[in-house]
């Protein structure tokens, strides 16, 4: 039987076709989740793939009928739906509730929960604490961490513990305080070879796959190259396995500039906008509502 996918092409509906095709991340088989294994076997076939963020069960479902197979609850969630100046105030409550929603919106997607600042560095025992309420309470199949060298313990008992671990080097937002904004990371050769070592030690701990974010897209490609797992870029160009970004810079309803990186596939900021002033309008005129939408 042959049905059709969130991206619209016709497939085998028993996920087990031979086809590169029907296994695709991005447009393939089968409604199931998509699971770790599955993110390996793409970087194997030499697949790329997209992943959003996620913050809300409407959005994701969006997201989750487009195909888009990895959604990342993002501490992202901390400027871009939550008002906060950037990602360190967010808490695990936040975190865990909005993923669940995620979850709850999606059928498809492997869905990733961002652990929060302070709910990991202090050790491996912290970590495993917080990831294990992330998998239980919200149901994510994957978390994700900031940091390389510094954070393989915590990924390492993780990993031994089930539970499937993204890891996030080059430029980790929730060090802002340290950097004193987002600088560009891994410029230069000492501090290339210090990404290299940072993605692999996270790929020796166990992770399924690396964000790289905001580094020269020359270092990503070499770190691409040198890694068996996935590398996710945002901001470190073209070469990287998969490609990630916020979604409503993705989509254009973020405020004032965006990072260089970003590409708007939309202007829903003008676009809501839009709809909000002319819902007002005809209230103030008596023109909404009318007789098609009383009752009698
Ligand atoms: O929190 C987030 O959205 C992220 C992505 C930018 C990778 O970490």
């Known amino acids: 039987m042959t049905h059709v996918t969130p991206a619209g092409k016709q497939h085998d509906s028993s996920g087990t076709g031979p086809s590169a095709a029907g296994k695709a991340l991005y447009g393939g088989t089968g409604s199931r989740r998509i699971t770790v ?3 390996a076997a793409a970087k194997e076939r030499g697949e790329k793939w997209p992943m959003l963020t996620a913050y809300d069960a409407m959005t994701a479902s969006v997201f989750d009928e487009a195909g888009i197979p990895v959604m990342l609850v ?3 969630m901390g400027n871009c739906h939550l008002g906060y100046e950037s990602t360190v105030p967010v808490t695990m409550d936040e975190i865990t509730i909005l993923s669940a929603a995620v979850v709850r919106g999606t059928k498809r997607a492997l869905i990733v929960g961002d652990l929060p600042f302070g709910s990991y560095q202090e050790g491996p025992v912290q970590a495993l604490r917080s990831a294990t309420r992330l998998v239980k309470e919200a149901g994510v199949g994957a978390v994700k961490l900031e940091g390389g060298e510094r954070s393989a313990h915590q990924i390492e008992l993780l990993v031994q513990s089930g539970i499937p671990v993204m890891a996030h080097v080059g430029l980790t937002p929730q060090s802002v305080n340290a950097y004193g904004g987002y600088p560009v990371q891994g410029r230069g050769e000492e501090a290339a070879q210090q ?3 940072d993605a692999k030690a996270v790929q020796d701990a166990g992770a399924f796959a690396v964000v790289l974010e905001t580094v020269p897209a020359e270092v990503a490609a070499e770190v691409t190259r040198s890694l068996h797992i996935p590398t996710v870029g945002i901001g470190a160009g073209p070469d990287c396995d998969a490609q990630v970004l916020v979604w409503t810079d993705m ?3 973020t405020a004032g500039r965006v990072p260089r990186f ?3 596939y939309a ?3 003008q676009t809501l906008g839009d709809a909000a002033r002319a819902f007002a309008e005809d209230v103030v005129q008596g023109a909404y509502p009318t007789a098609e939408h009383s009752f009698h």
């Open 74 to 76: 993002g501490d992202s």
């Open 267 to 269: 202007q829903l900021r």
């Open 251 to 253: 989509a254009g309803l």
């Open 262 to 264: 970003v590409k708007q």
């Open 37 to 39: 294994r599955d993110i």
């Open 195 to 197: 990404l290299l070592r």
